[in-house]
């Protein structure tokens, strides 16, 4: 089956936000009920958070390689998290994503995994 | 990628508890500081176990991201510099504790005394007597119970800005008076209990009788009120009989709390319950509670409460009800305080007792209170007992005025159904 990975921008809440203990725990659990139900369904493969700052931005200049600080930070737009789903086409996988709590609060992006055949 | 589980309210009573032991060892007045660290640690797990699920041990993570947040702050703040051992004794002695400890040890269960004891001594400085009673509860629920502002204010149903003011002042004026964070002596303690037991009853009050707010929140509010309660009541200077008093009132009223609706929302009165879909739990519990309350001398007036709701939650039936001693527990509590309100508790209890000239009378005392005349529950008493002695078109025209005041929706439905009721039967 094609992997797709989904790439979930922004957190589900801004830092300055006012939300309570009760409301973070209830987010989590919401998220954690749908990764629940996509693993039982053999559809989620893994998760995994991205640090916040932006990372590092490598590019080949000269036979150099110059090391800046990733797009992320500039472009004040935060790669919160990453999913790695299985689905039989990309309207599945958008169907997978669209059920996913974190439409609620930012966006996803879905990319399917390039495995060549043989 | 693990999908543990973890406790319900997990975040609520961890935001209290670290708050109040950070605040043993750096003082009331870096309370605002100390909230931000506990909000960042949280925060931290809502960033992260969205994608990685929740951890398997989730308070020894939230210790260790909160021990980060502290840690950073010590590198900016000078007080929490000046308490730098203090604070990572704290924070590394409960890391600790998490990993290695088991609930049953002996370090574990002192560990967990050590965390009870925080939170009682917050509760004390919460609902110190400097502060109103309205600002002892907020003040609690959001540094104790780990409610937010806005969750405060829509479980009171009143303006967030209002809740909000009040914890900023209470806050204010106990940093400006310099309270320390203790529970009181024996000497001090009955004067000193007295406004905490009264904050939990109000903190319940609102959950379990207004209509008004959201249901969850409300619910939330009594559990809270209940556990504040148990923890007061296993410390050995805490614990005393009226403690277990106002401990058992809640745990006989909390058997009934989803019995008072039914599937359409609509208001169930306790003749009409399923007293088979009680908590019987809660029962048992609360007529153990009120076993240890008759310990000491003094009755006082959460005794006759608790003594009123365990007539009607061990009552086998409506019918069954001992009337009698319910009177009895009202003139007392009336005695020691004639509020209007109980008096209109003790009217109902006269009617239900089959005193309807007994009822009357206390009525035709309570009209002259003028505080009386918007009461709902007075207005439904008078409705009901002019029903009882055939007066169809003067209890029509009470239940009716009734409907006009009602605030919230149940009990507008409700009074509005019996006004139909007795419309068609005189018409």
Same mark, same amino acid.
């Not at chain 2, 320390?180 to 024996?186: N, V």
């Not at chain 2, 209109?344 to 006269?350: G, I, K, Q, S």
């Given at each position: ?118 | ?278 908590? !019987?739990?809660?029962?048992? +519990?609360?007529? /153990?509670?009120?076993?240890?309350? =008759? &310990?000491? @001398?003094? *009755? ?91 007066? !169809?078109?003067?209890?029509? +025209?009470?239940? /009716?005025?009734?409907?006009?005041? =009602? &605030?919230? @929706?149940? *009990? ?16």
């Amino acid at each position: 089956m094609p992997k797709y990975l989904l790439e979930l921008h922004e957190p589900p809440v801004k830092k300055t936000q006012d939300i309570s203990p009760e409301e973070m725990q209830q987010m989590i659990a919401e998220y954690t009920t749908w990764s629940r139900k996509m693993g039982e369904a053999e559809i989620m493969v893994d998760g995994w958070k991205l640090t916040n700052e932006g990372g590092r931005h490598l590019v080949a200049k000269g036979g150099k390689v110059a090391v800046t600080d990733g797009p992320y930070s500039e472009a004040k737009e935060i790669l919160a998290g990453l999913f790695l789903i299985q689905a039989r086409d990309y309207d599945h996988a958008s169907e997978v994503a669209q059920s996913c709590p974190h439409m609620k609060f930012g966006r996803i992006a879905i990319r399917q995994v390039d495995m060549m055949e043989g | 990628m693990s999908t543990h589980d973890f406790v319900e309210h997990l975040f609520r009573h961890r935001a209290g508890q670290i708050t109040a032991s950070l605040a043993r060892v750096l003082g009331f007045g870096q309370i605002d500081l100390i909230e931000e660290v506990v909000q960042e640690a949280l925060y931290k797990a809502l960033a992260i176990w969205p994608y990685q699920g929740v951890p398997r041990n989730p308070t020894a993570w939230i210790i260790e991201a909160a021990k980060n947040a502290a840690y950073d702050r010590l590198r900016r703040e000078k007080v929490w510099r000046e308490k730098e051992d203090a604070v990572r004794t704290v924070l590394e002695g409960w890391a600790d504790n998490e990993f290695e400890a088991g609930a049953g040890s002996a370090a574990g269960a002192g560990f967990a005394r050590e965390i009870r004891d925080d939170t009682l001594a917050m509760m004390f400085t919460c609902c110190h007597p400097s502060l109103s009673p309205e600002s002892q509860v907020a003040l609690t629920l959001k540094v104790v119970g780990g409610f937010s502002a806005s969750e405060a204010a829509r479980a009171f149903l009143v303006a967030k800005e209002t809740i909000a003011q009040r914890i900023v002042r209470a806050k204010r004026t106990l940093r400006e008076a310099g309270v320390s964070l203790k529970i009181p002596g024996t000497d001090e303690i009955e004067t000193r209990l007295a406004p905490v037991l009264q904050a939990l009853y109000l903190m319940f009050n609102e959950g379990y009788a207004s209509w008004a707010g959201e249901s969850h929140l409300r619910r939330d509010l009594c559990h809270e009120a209940i556990r504040l309660c148990a923890l007061l009541t296993e410390h050995p200077v805490t614990g005393r009989p009226e403690t277990h008093a106002l401990h058992a009132l809640f745990l006989f009223q909390s058997s009934r709390f989803d019995s008072r609706l039914d599937e359409e929302g609509d208001l169930v009165l306790l003749a009409d319950q399923n007293r088979g879909a009680w908590d !019987r739990a809660a029962i048992v +519990a609360g007529a /153990a509670a009120l076993n240890k309350s =008759a &310990a000491g @001398e003094r *009755v006082t007036p959460y005794h006759r409460e608790a003594e009123i709701a365990s007539c009607h939650a061990l009552a086998p039936s409506y019918d069954e009800t001992d009337w009698t001693r319910i009177l009895a527990c009202f003139d007392a509590l009336i005695t020691a305080n004639p509020s209007p309100v109980i008096r209109t508790h003790r009217m109902v209890a006269r009617m239900e007792a089959g005193d309807l000239d007994g009822a009357k009378r206390e009525e035709q005392q309570l009209a002259e209170e003028s505080s009386l005349l918007e009461y709902v529950p007075f207005l439904v008493a008078r409705a009901e007992l002019a029903e009882r002695r055939g007066e !169809r078109v003067n209890a029509a +025209a009470i239940f /009716a005025r009734g409907i006009e005041r =009602a &605030a919230s @929706e149940p *009990v507008k439905r409700h009074l509005q159904r019996r006004w139909a009721r007795l419309a068609s039967q005189s018409g």
